[in-house]
């Protein structure tokens, strides 16, 4: 079929091709120069949380007279006076990233901005990751910006061909924040942006992906108690006769399956959330490119000796959970049959 070039061409688009394309810009690396101090939180934010933080989100915005973020948006950059403002929402958090050069001289000297009046926001809910980043130029050596940090967790990476290096300990300071630092040699203000967000992702992403970890072990000792009493039932199916115990019995099984699902459902979320924040983690990580600086420990070693086995206590949870699965249900329903036959 021959088309006219003078007759219009109408492509009919997916409803998300809009979305998606966006995406690719939706979180931009912004420049930074050195010294600089960033505060960096992360909220947890449900979907009713989330609309009320882009409510005071753009009235902190008219407040100062600055622009407010579009009704859509997920990202959004502000600058209030001496301060820059990096603000973000995701699918369970969202987090807000504070800066500033003034008194950036000297490392950590300002740890608790809230205390210091120098920030007023409101939370959008409830605190998960608090970190003080610090952006330091290549005047003072690795060995003397070490003493900042606990030695016995220190990690010390070099970063972007050796013209940066990334510290920090992991430790919780008596302000209630993780410290990490930036030692820039020679970096561009936009690499330098990068690598502080790369950062500060990866402090945040470990932190969610360590969450499913408290949960596998609160409902480890219920899962124990359920896997006694199915054993219980077990027995007590191979040796009852009498059909009335086998139905009393058969009740209790279900009882206890739909214990099962419930609990199950309750924690499949969680530990899918943690394997796939520590998917990311690694990206992250891949993307720093480290280098190992003298005999400090990487990042890397680091978190692989505890994100790896904690993750594997939720997978090792959630395999003990499926010998309550749907497909359990059927093979104890067909023994309950067998016994009801007797």
């Known amino acids: ?19 998606v394309l966006a995406e690719l810009h939706a979180r931009p690396f912004l420049p930074l120069d050195a010294p600089r101090r960033i505060y ?41 006076g001496d301060w820059r403002l ?24 300002h740890a608790d901005p809230f205390k210091a009046g120098e920030i007023s926001f409101t939370p959008p809910g409830v605190l998960i990751v608090a970190t003080q980043l ?6 003072r050596s690795v060995e003397e910006l070490a003493s900042y940090f606990n030695s016995q967790s220190l990690c010390v990476v070099g970063v972007e061909d050796r013209d940066a290096q990334v510290l920090t300990d992991f430790a919780v300071d008596a302000y209630g924040f993780t410290r990490m630092m930036i030692r820039s040699k020679a970096l561009p203000r936009f690499e330098a942006g990068r690598l502080a967000q790369r950062v500060l992702e990866i402090e945040t992403y470990r932190t969610m992906a360590l969450l499913g970890l408290p949960l596998a072990r609160q409902v480890s000792p219920q899962l124990a108690n359920m896997e006694r009493e199915l054993s219980g039932i077990t027995e007590a199916l191979n040796e009852a006769h009498d059909m009335r115990v086998n139905y009393l019995l058969l009740k209790r099984l279900s009882d206890l399956l739909a214990s099962s699902q419930a609990l ?35 990042i890397s070693d680091f978190l692989n000796a505890r994100l790896d086995p904690a993750i594997e206590t939720c997978n090792a949870v959630e395999a003990r959970q499926t010998r309550f699965s749907p497909a359990s249900r059927w093979r104890w329903s067909g023994r309950t049959a067998r016994c009801l036959k007797r």
């Open 86 to 109: 990096r603000w973000e929402q995701h699918s369970e958090f969202t987090t807000y990233s504070w800066s500033t050069g003034v008194g950036a001289d000297i490392p950590f000297a």
């Open 134 to 139: 610090c952006v330091v130029d290549g005047a």
């Open 1 to 19: 079929m021959e088309i006219s070039e003078d007759e219009p061409k109408t492509l009919s688009e997916h409803p998300f091709r809009e979305a």
């Open 40 to 80: 960096h939180y992360a909220f947890a934010t449900d979907h009713e949380a989330a609309a009320a933080d882009r409510e005071a989100i753009g009235a902190l915005a008219l407040a100062h007279g600055v622009l407010a973020p579009d009704p859509g948006a997920r990202f959004h950059y502000f600058i209030f």
């Open 264 to 298: 199950s459902t309750r924690t499949a979320f969680r530990f899918d959330a943690s394997r796939a924040y520590r998917a990311l983690v690694k990206n992250r990580l891949s993307q720093l490119q480290e280098r190992r600086e003298g005999q400090y420990v990487t």
